[in-house]
């Protein structure tokens, strides 16, 4: 059971490139989400998807684009990077989001940085 | 979003007793209090999460107010392995979304 798995763990680009971070999970969970983690800052929520072919905004959802085609994939695109954008990512998954009998599981983390 | 309201930093020692308090004065009556806590470079992980009554399980206590205005992760006797960011978040009940506010620094002296 690997759990909750991202592809890459360190990125570099360039500003203007375009790039997608995997994120698969094998546990069946129907809630998947992204955050961001900043230097000293907690976790800001990017999208996130309640099921197969539901996604919604977060609080940062600018320059980046997520679709969720199948329940164990939900990919996170930056469509041209920015320095802005440089941060270390983490993909969630939950049975159910947070109610009840939620509790997330996290990812190790993707380092990106842009140039 | 809703947001909760968490000390930077607290200090304990080992095998004692550390309270972690959270205000979250906004949460409706649908949310759940969560608490997370995060070791360097790894990924966050689940602490416990509770609604109205209080709660526990292996890792730790959970402590909510009657009025659920604010409550209190409670660690029986801290290890070093507990030095770390320790999140307290509201939500998961009708709202998806879990906002991390930047947490409290734990540290466990020897």
């Known amino acids: 059971n690997a759990g909750v798995t991202q592809t890459p763990k360190f990125q570099v680009l360039k500003t203007g490139q375009s790039m997608t971070l995997q994120c698969a999970q094998d546990m069946n969970h129907e809630y998947m989400s992204w955050y961001r983690q900043d230097p000293g800052m907690g976790l800001r929520l990017i999208h996130y998807?309640?099921?197969?072919?539901?996604?919604d905004q977060g609080e940062v959802p600018n320059g980046y684009n997520v679709s969720r085609s199948t329940t164990e994939d939900f990919p996170l695109r930056l469509l041209s990077a920015a320095p802005s954008q440089t941060s270390v990512y983490f993909c969630?998954?939950?049975?159910?989001?947070?109610?009840?009998?939620?509790?997330?599981?996290f990812g190790e983390g993707s380092r990106l940085t842009v140039l | 979003d809703a947001k909760t309201t968490q000390p930077n930093s607290m200090e304990s020692n080992e095998e004692e007793p550390v309270h972690l308090p959270c205000n979250h004065s906004?949460?409706?009556?649908?949310?759940?209090i969560h608490w997370y806590r995060q070791l360097p470079s790894q990924g966050p992980e689940y602490v416990i999460h509770g609604l109205t009554s209080n709660v526990n399980n292996r890792m730790a206590s959970l402590a909510i107010a009657e009025d659920r205005k604010s409550s209190t992760l409670i660690l029986h006797r801290a290890t070093l392995r507990d030095a770390a960011v320790y999140y307290c978040?509201?939500?998961?009940?009708?709202?998806?979304?879990?906002?991390f506010g930047k947490g409290t620094l734990l540290t466990v002296n020897p």
């Open positions: 998807s309640v099921g197969a072919g539901i996604t």
């Open positions: 906004t949460i409706s009556g649908t949310d759940y």
């Open positions: 969630a998954s939950s049975y159910s989001g947070g109610h009840s009998t939620g509790e997330l599981f």
């Open positions: 978040i509201q939500g998961g009940g009708s709202n998806y979304k879990l906002t």
